[in-house]
T-cell receptor, first 115, second 116 residues
Framework: AQSVTQLGSHVSVSEGALVLLRCNYS??????LFWYVQYPNQGLQLLLK??????LVKGINGFEAEFKKSETSFHLTKPSAHMRDAAEYFC?????????????FGTGTRLQVTL | DTAVSQTPKYLVTQMGNDKSIKCEQN?????MYWYKQDSKKFLKIMFS???????INETVPNRFSPKSPDKAHLNLHINSLELGDSAVYFC???????????????FGPGTRLTVT
């Protein structure tokens, strides 16, 4: 079984401030981890993914995430927030369970960026 | 050059009706999915197909029937629509998922279904 917990359903930061969105996972097999972003009335866009290579993963739009096995975490960060980063962010874990790979999403974190 | 497309984008219908949502991907992927996003933005997988073969069916009511005429298309037919079916439905695709490997999924723009 696998699951994802995103701490904080709503995060607000000032423009230019550090963005930190938290994600903890649970998986019975080595996980693949993903961060997706959803802008209003749009589909999900992949930000970055962890596939057991480097633990620090760089994605699009200046985002990065660090895989920490000891903490079962995969937090998303960005050094300086921009207004266009305001969106819903989803952490997801995927694991092959013998018949298929299933993507399990967290409940999402809405990022608000203020002036 | 749309990668994953869905039609229609919006669907408003009455309880008891039957409706279909269509999905097409031009990425050459072998695996396709349907997800449901509820009013609280929670995303849950409904079905997954590998090369037209159903591989995931997540305890979805029988009123929902996916159909994959070929590996580039995955349609979702819903019978006897209920108020609780109101949601945004997303189609997605990925490379063939193999043992020990999970590829990223590419999502369509979604279909907002409203049942009145």
């Amino acid at each position: 079984a696998q699951s994802v917990t995103q701490l904080g359903s709503h995060v607000s930061v000032s423009e230019g401030a550090l963005v930190l969105l938290r994600c903890n996972y649970s998986s019975s097999v080595p996980p693949y981890l993903f961060w997706y972003v959803q802008y209003p009335n749009q589909g999900l866009q992949l930000l970055l993914k962890y596939t057991s290579a480097a633990t620090l993963v760089k994605g699009i739009n200046g985002f990065e995430a660090e895989f920490k096995k000891s903490e079962t975490s995969f937090h998303l960060t960005k050094p300086s927030a921009h207004m266009r980063d305001a969106a819903e962010y989803f952490c997801a874990v995927s694991a092959y369970t013998g018949t298929a790979s299933k993507l399990t999403f967290g409940t999402g974190t809405r990022l608000q960026v203020t002036l | 050059d749309t990668a994953v497309s869905q039609t229609p984008k919006y669907l408003v219908t009455q309880m008891g009706n039957d409706k279909s949502i269509k999905c097409e991907q031009n990425l050459g992927h072998d695996t396709m999915y349907w997800y449901k996003q509820d009013s609280k933005k929670f995303l849950k997988i409904m079905f997954s197909y590998n090369n037209k073969e159903l591989i995931i069916n997540e305890t979805v009511p029988n009123r929902f029937s996916p159909k994959s005429p070929d590996k580039a298309h995955l349609n979702l037919h819903i019978n006897s629509l209920e108020l609780g079916d109101s949601a945004v439905y997303f189609c997605a695709s990925s490379q063939l998922q193999l043992a020990g490997v999970s590829y990223e999924q590419y999502f369509g723009p979604g279909t907002r279904l409203t049942v009145t």
